[in-house]
C-alpha cells in the first residue's frame, strides 16, 4: 500500500549549507538531513505517492536502485512520523497544509 | 559534538545568523528595579516593517527567533507576528513576564507552534517577586500564566535574574519550578542600562552571595567541577571565539537598530535604511566584532581563566573597550574558583571575599571605586 508524507505544522526547518535543518517544535527533537532526506522532505506534500518520490526524484537524481532507496525512505519517514515531523497517509493530504515550503 | 553544535560550527563558517533576537517593543506593564531598558515608545516598527524583517530572516538562514521585549504581550500585532514568524518555520521562542497569559493565550501560543516560554520569575515569595517588578499581584499572575502553559504542553522555563533583593531566593525559585512542572536558570548578571546609566548596578549580589551561589550543589551540579581551577589554556583557546555575538548571532531593538547582542549595545546598522543581510555581511562593526579572538585581549589573554571565563564582550564594550575585561565577568571567576582574574591583579585586587565591587561609571568612575574597594579589602 502506498504511503503519502506531508510536513507537520509543529515544526521548524531551514536549509543551511545544502542541508536541511529541522527540529519538532513539540519535543524539541532535532535533525539534520542530508541531501537525499533533503530531496524527500522538500517533495513532501501530501499528494505525491511516497513510491513516486523514491522512483522520480531519488533513484534518478542519486543513481540508486527503487528497492533499496524505498527501504531508506520508509526509515526516515517511519521516523520523522513518530516526532510529528512527517504526517503519513494512506491516502493523498488535502490543503490542510499551511506552512510555506521552507526557504 | 553534538548536532547542535555541529549545526553552530557550519553557520559560523558560512556566515550565517543563526539565532537573532528581536525586542518587539521596550513598553511593559513592570517596572523591574533592575531593568535596562527605556520603556517608553520611541517608534516601534510596525507590523508590516516586522513581516517583511521576517522574511529577511528567513532568507539570510535564521532558524532560532527570540521575540522579547519589554513585554511582548504589550503590542496588540502579537499574534500576528508570531503567526508569520511561524509560517516562515523559525524556531520561535518567547520571554515573557507571562502577567497578560491567560488561557487563550496559552492556547494561542500551542496553536501556532511556538518552541518554548521563557518567563521571568524573581522569587518564591509574592511580597519579593512583586517588590521588584513593582506590579502588585504579578508573581500569582505569573505564576497562573505557567499553569495556563503547561497545561497546553507548552515547554516553558523560569529565569531567575537574581539581585539583592532576592539574593536568598534561589532555592525557592527552583523549587517552585519543579513544582510547576518547568526548567530553571539562574543568572547573577545585571547589566547597565542600554543608554550607559549604571545606576541598576548597585542591585548586583555581593561578591559573598556569588560565591555562596557557586558551591551550592542545587544550583550548580558538581560543585568541584563547576569551581575547579581552569586549566592551562591551549592554541584553540587564544584562537577561539570570544562568544556567539556577530558570528552567528545578534540583537534587533524595537526600533531596527542592529547590534551583535543584546547585552552588547554597539550600534551595526538598523534595518530601516538598509537589508537585514547588508548590514549582517558588511557592517564595519560587525566585522571588527568578528575580528577579535582571545589572544587580542590584551588583559584577558594574560588570565589564568580565558579559557573558562564567562567573559561578555558586551559588557566589557559597556565598560569602555570590547577587547578589554568584563569586571562583573572577573569577580565570577574569582568567586567560582577562588582565583583573582589577571584584571583583578593588575588592579591590586587581591583575592578576597569582601564586598562584590559595584562599577559605579562605564569608564573612568570605575576607577574610583576599585581605590574604595582595594581600601576596604586592606581594613
Known sequence: MDRYIAR????????????????????????????????IWQAADGRTPLSEIVANKICLEFDVD???????????????????????????????????ESR | ???????????????????????????????????YLDHDDHGEMTTVEIADLLVQFADAGVFFLSLSGGEVFMRRDFFEIVERARRLLFNVKIKTNG???????????????????????????????????????????TIKAIRFLKAQGLKVSISNVVMNANATDQRGVMMLARELGVEYTLDPTITPKLDGDTSILSHRITG?????????????????????????PGRDVMEGLPCSAGHTACYISPYGDVFPCVQFP????????????????????LNEVRSIRAKDLPTCSTCAHVGTCTRCPGLAYMEGDMRGPSTADCEKS???????????????????????????????????????????LTD
Open chain 2, 334 to 376: 574569582f568567586y567560582r574558583t577562588g582565583m583573582p582574574s589577571a584584571n583583578m591583579l593588575q588592579r591590586k585586587l587581591p583575592g578576597s571575599v569582601g564586598p562584590l565591587i559595584q562599577i559605579q561609571g562605564v569608564t573612568c568612575v570605575r576607577s574610583a571605586s576599585v581605590v574604595a574597594a582595594a581600601n576596604a
Open chain 1, 8 to 39: 507537520g505544522s509543529g515544526i521548524a526547518a531551514r536549509m543551511l549549507g545544502g542541508e536541511m535543518m529541522v527540529m519538532s517544535t513539540t519535543d524539541s527533537t532535532f535533525f539534520s538531513l542530508n541531501e537525499v532526506a533533503t530531496v
Open chain 2, 266 to 285: 554597539r550600534p551595526c546598522g538598523n534595518v530601516r535604511r538598509q537589508k537585514f543581510l547588508d548590514i549582517w555581511r558588511h557592517s564595519p562593526q
Open chain 2, 208 to 232: 559573598d552571595e556569588l560565591k555562596r551561589i557557586f558551591h551550592d550543589p542545587e544550583l550548580v551540579g558538581d560543585v568541584g567541577e563547576f569551581c575547579a581551577a581552569p586549566p592551562p
Open chain 2, 99 to 141: 502577567v497578560m497569559i491567560h488561557e487563550a493565550e496559552a492556547a494561542g501560543l500551542r496553536q501556532l507552534g511556538v518552541e518554548q516560554v521563557q518567563i521571568s520569575v524573581y522569587s518564591h515569595r509574592p511580597e519579593i517577586h512583586d517588590a521588584i517588578t513593582k506590579l502588585p499581584g504579578s508573581l500569582n499572575r
Open chain 1, 66 to 100: 527503487q528497492e533499496r532507496a524505498q527501504v531508506g525512505a520508509d526509515r526516515f519517514v517511519d521516523e520523522l512520523s513518530r516526532h510529528g515531523i512527517l504526517l503519513v497517509s494512506e491516502h493523498p493530504w488535502i490543503s490542510s497544509l499551511q506552512m510555506r
Open chain 2, 1 to 35: 559534538m553534538t548536532l547542535l553544535s555541529e549545526m553552530n560550527q557550519r553557520a559560523l563558517e558560512l556566515g550565517v545568523p543563526l539565532s537573532v533576537h528581536l525586542d518587539l517593543t521596550y513598553r511593559c506593564n513592570e517596572r523591574c528595579v533592575h531593568c
